[in-house]
């Protein structure tokens, strides 16, 4: 189908845009997050899948402190056509 026909087919929870200046560590970080169903990088910034925004965003943002990482932004975005491909790569 079309691309916006295909992220709208995107489910998965919600997805957060995660920016940090120590990017690969923050990677580990969001990884190990029990409310992170997938994450990875796209560029410097890290793409995570959660189920709720709401409850995520401050729950990363205290681990990443607490690791050490300083985040520069953390919001909620639409799926990308590259997030929907991972999304079904990875559950194939």
């Known amino acids: 189908g079309a691309p916006r026909e295909i ?11 995660v920016v940090c200046r120590e ?4 990677l580990d970080v969001v990884r190990a997050s ?3 169903t997938e994450a990875a990088l796209y560029g410097t ?6 189920s ?3 409850q995520a965003v401050p729950a990363l943002e205290q ?3 607490s690791a050490g990482v300083q985040v520069v932004a953390i919001a909620p975005i639409a799926p990308t056509l590259e997030d929907v491909f991972v999304a079904l790569v990875t559950a194939a």
């Open 23 to 26: 990017w690969m560590r923050a």
């Open 52 to 54: 709720e925004a709401r």
């Open 34 to 36: 029990p409310l992170v």
């Open 45 to 50: 910034a890290i793409h995570a899948r959660v």
């Open 63 to 65: 681990a990443l402190a």
């Open 7 to 17: 992220k709208r087919h995107y489910r998965g929870g919600d997805l957060l845009e």
